[in-house]
C-alpha cells in the first residue's frame, strides 16, 4: 500500500507528455531529381481518390500544433514553402506520385480531403523514388475531431487536467477503432492516459496507454506511462520492462531514470537502483524524491553501495 502511494505521489508531481515522432536526418545529395509515392486508403482498407497531396519544406520540427485549414501546422510559428504551385491528388485506385523533389532533402507530405481526418509525414528523401507505402486516412466528423482536439490540447497545457478529458474523448470517438499513427489520435490517447494517471485512475489510462503502445510500439511517454499504471497495480516485472524499454528511447529522462531506480528498489534490487537513480539526479539535480529514494537505497545496499554509475 505504500509503495502504491509513493507511485501515486510521483505521478501527481510529475505529468510528462512526450509525443510527436523524431524526424530522420539525411545526407545532402546534390540536386539528384526524386519523388515521393504510395497508396492512400481509408481505415476499412478502401482506396481514396482525389486526396490532395500538398509537400513543403519544413522550417522546424513537425509538432503537435493544427493549422486552421486542417493538418497539422508543427512550424513553431515559422512559415513553410510549398515545393510546387501544381496540385497533385491521389488516382481513382488511391495510388499517388509527387515529382519535383530533390533527393537528400527534408520535406513535409500533407494528405488532404473533404470528409477524412488530414495526415502528415515528415521525411528525407534518400533516393530518386521513395515508397511511403499505404497512408490511411480516417473518414469521420473531421471538424469534431479538429474542436475536440484543439480544446483538449490547450486545457492540458494551461494545467486544466479535469477539462482536457472530455473533449481529448470526442478525438479518440472520431477515430474509432481505428488505430492509425495520426498525431490527433497520438496526442487524445497520450493526454488521456497521463491525466487519468495524475488523478489516481490507473485503470482508466491503462486503455488508452496500451492502445498508444499499439500504435507506436516504440512511444516514451506511452512506455513510461504504462509501466507507472503497472507499478501502482503491483505487477512489478512489467513495471520494470516498461521503464527500461522507454529508457531505450529517451536514454537520458531524468522521471523515466528516477522510477526505475524506484521500482528496483522497491523489489529488493537497491544496488541495482542506485546508478538509475544518480544518472536521474545528474540530469535534475533539484528533484528532492530522487535524492531521498538515493539516500535510502545507499543505505539498503551497505557495503556495496560504491556501485558504478549505468552504463552508457
Known amino acids: 500500500m505504500r509503495f502504491q502511494w509513493l507511485f501515486v505521489v510521483v505521478l501527481i508531481l510529475v505529468v510528462a507528455l512526450s509525443v510527436g515522432p523524431s524526424v530522420a536526418s539525411g545526407t545532402q545529395q546534390g540536386n539528384r531529381p526524386a519523388l515521393v509515392q504510395g497508396k492512400i486508403v481509408d481505415q476499412y482498407g478502401e482506396p481514396i481518390p482525389s486526396v490532395l497531396i500538398v509537400v513543403e519544406y519544413p522550417d522546424a520540427d513537425s509538432g503537435a500544433s493544427l493549422a486552421a485549414g486542417g493538418g497539422f501546422d508543427g512550424t513553431g510559428g515559422k512559415t513553410s514553402k510549398k515545393v510546387s504551385q501544381r496540385n497533385f491528388y491521389s488516382k481513382e485506385d488511391g495510388t499517388f506520385s509527387h515529382p519535383e523533389l530533390i533527393a537528400g532533402t527534408q520535406y513535409r507530405v500533407r494528405f488532404e480531403k473533404e470528409g477524412y481526418v488530414p495526415n502528415e509525414r515528415v521525411l528525407v528523401l534518400e533516393i530518386a523514388a521513395n515508397e511511403m507505402g499505404?497512408?490511411?486516412m480516417v473518414s469521420g466528423n473531421v471538424e469534431k475531431a479538429r474542436a475536440g482536439y484543439e480544446k483538449g490540447f490547450a486545457?492540458?497545457?494551461s494545467g486544466d487536467l479535469q477539462g482536457?478529458?472530455?473533449?481529448?474523448?470526442?478525438?479518440?470517438?472520431?477515430?474509432g477503432d481505428s488505430d492509425v499513427s495520426d498525431q490527433m489520435l497520438?496526442?487524445?490517447?497520450s493526454v488521456l492516459g497521463q491525466v487519468y494517471l495524475a488523478q489516481q485512475q490507473p485503470a482508466e489510462a491503462r486503455g488508452f496507454l496500451e492502445r498508444l503502445q499499439s500504435i507506436e510500439p516504440d512511444n516514451a511517454s506511452a512506455l513510461r506511462g504504462l509501466g507507472s499504471v503497472y507499478a501502482m497495480g503491483g505487477e512489478m516485472p512489467r513495471a520494470i520492462e516498461s521503464f527500461e524499454r522507454s529508457l531505450q528511447v529517451e536514454p537520458d529522462?531524468?522521471?523515466?531514470l528516477f522510477m526505475l531506480g524506484m521500482a528496483l528498489h522497491f523489489t529488493g534490487q537497491a544496488c541495482e537502483a542506485i546508478p538509475h537513480l544518480r544518472a536521474s539526479i545528474e540530469i535534475d539535480p533539484n528533484y528532492p524524491p530522487a535524492q531521498e529514494r538515493l539516500s535510502l537505497a545507499l543505505n539498503d545496499c551497505g557495503a556495496d553501495a560504491a556501485t558504478p554509475r549505468r552504463d552508457d
Open 134 to 136: 499505404t497512408i490511411i
Open 253 to 256: 529522462h531524468a522521471n523515466a
Open 155 to 157: 486545457a492540458y497545457q
Open 186 to 189: 497520438v496526442v487524445a490517447l
Open 164 to 175: 482536457a478529458i472530455e473533449p481529448m474523448k470526442e478525438v479518440v470517438e472520431v477515430f
